[in-house]
């Protein structure tokens, strides 16, 4: 059964004037809105390796894991839900650069990177380090 949403009795020149000042203010819409830009820098630097930053953490992952990681704990790890994280491993199998491997627990498998995954991401780390120490975060040593 839908739940009846709950009609507002807010006049539409109160919402007009909140929505103009959470445009300013709210903490989230600019934490979104600078999210998206730093998402653009680092794709932006990344293109010589043909990823995307949203690939590069996920393929961080999973050699992160060295294979010992199901897709569960591999989603948890960078943060998203299972049917997101599952749905992100798609263009990287379909583009060869990461393989399913024997079932590690239950139904779920682990993923562990190809040798033309380990190449891309090993073109991509210089390329991430650069943006990284651009912005001021501390690099490990390559």
Not at 32 to 42: G, S, V
Not at 43 to 59: C, K
Not at 127 to 132: A, K
């Amino acid at each position: 059964m839908k739940k009846k949403q709950q009609q507002s009795d807010t006049p539409i020149e109160n919402m007009a004037a909140v929505a103009r000042a959470a445009s300013k203010t709210c903490r989230c819409f600019h934490a979104r809105m600078e999210a998206r830009r730093l998402t653009r820098t680092y794709d932006e630097a990344l293109r010589p390796s043909g990823l995307r930053i949203t690939q590069f953490t996920v393929l961080s992952a999973v050699i992160g894991g060295a294979g010992k990681l199901n897709i569960t704990e591999l989603a948890e790890l960078t943060g998203m839900d299972r049917t997101t994280y599952s749905r992100s491993l798609g263009p990287l199998l379909r583009q060869g650069l990461i393989q399913h491997t024997e079932e590690l627990s239950g139904r779920d498998r682990g993923v562990v990177m190809t040798e033309e995954g380990l190449k891309r991401y090993g073109i991509a780390i210089p390329l991430w380090s650069h943006v990284q120490k651009e912005h001021g975060v501390k690099v490990m040593p390559i």
